[in-house]
Antibody
Framework: EVQLVQSGADVKKPGESLKISCEGSGYSFTTYWIGWVRQMPGKGLDWMGLVNPGDSHTRYNPSFQGQVTISADKSISAAYLQWGSLKASDTALYYC??????????WGQGTVVTVSS | DIQMTQSPSSLSASVGDRVAISCRSSQTINIYLNWYQQKPGRAPQLLIYAASTLQSGVPSRFRGSGSGTDFTLTISSLQPEDFATYYCQQSYNTPYTFGRGTKLEIK
């Protein structure tokens, strides 16, 4: 079965760092870019960026550039989204998704990140 | 960035109804338009890609149309499981922006 499995929910304080993961299975992980999508509470979908697991090349939404780091480790079929210093406004549900052609055809189950003092 | 405008933002309909959701891009995107369905507490699911191609496993009552800047998602006969939020997304240029969503509710 083709799937993306994300790491579990996390609660952090403002200023702390965090790295969440997305593990792919059931397909050749290096063949497809992986994207990250934010969904703030009760809101719509925000496209954050992409990573090519084959060569770790990235493309960021300018709105998120410098705020997060997207990376991948092809040796373990994993992609990552990380923050160096979290803010309360980073509280959201984060999805990873596989880019097949020009659409996200497989999605992870989502990771809830809560940032609160 | 390309802006995606969906309308309506919410819609009430009954089982069996035919409904249409509109999506307009701020510049031409050819047919680089995708539609996703999201149910509460679940990840989005791809319904239609390249404006009109049905993703495998998606019922044929879903239809996508349009090109350039104007697109439509039509559901021909609403089923109970179709009540959800629908998003369009352009994949012509990064960032691959989404519309703000259309919430389809039971009347």
């Amino acid at each position: 079965e083709v799937q993306l499995v994300q790491s579990g929910a996390d609660v952090k304080k403002p200023g702390e760092s965090l790295k969440i993961s997305c593990e792919g299975s059931g397909y050749s992980f290096t063949t497809y870019w992986i994207g990250w999508v934010r969904q703030m509470p009760g809101k719509g979908l925000d496209w954050m960026g992409l990573v090519n697991p084959g060569d770790s090349h990235t493309r960021y939404n300018p709105s998120f550039q410098g705020q997060v780091t997207i990376s991948a480790d092809k040796s373990i079929s994993a992609a990552y989204l990380q923050w160096g210093s979290l803010k309360a406004s980073d509280t959201a549900l984060y999805y990873c998704a596989r880019l097949n052609g020009a659409s996200f055809d497989i999605w992870g189950q989502g990771t809830v990140v809560t940032v609160s003092s | 960035d390309i802006q995606m405008t969906q309308s309506p933002s919410s819609l009430s309909a009954s089982v069996g109804d035919r409904v249409a959701i509109s999506c307009r891009s701020s510049q031409t995107i050819n047919i680089y338009l995708n539609w996703y369905q999201q149910k509460p507490g679940r990840a989005p699911q791809l319904l239609i890609y390249a404006a009109s191609t049905l993703q495998s496993g998606v019922p044929s009552r879903f239809r996508g149309s349009g090109s350039g800047t104007d697109f439509t998602l039509t559901i021909s006969s609403l089923q109970p499981e179709d009540f959800a939020t629908y998003y369009c997304q352009q994949s012509y240029n990064t960032p691959y922006t989404f519309g703000r969503g259309t919430k389809l509710e039971i009347k």
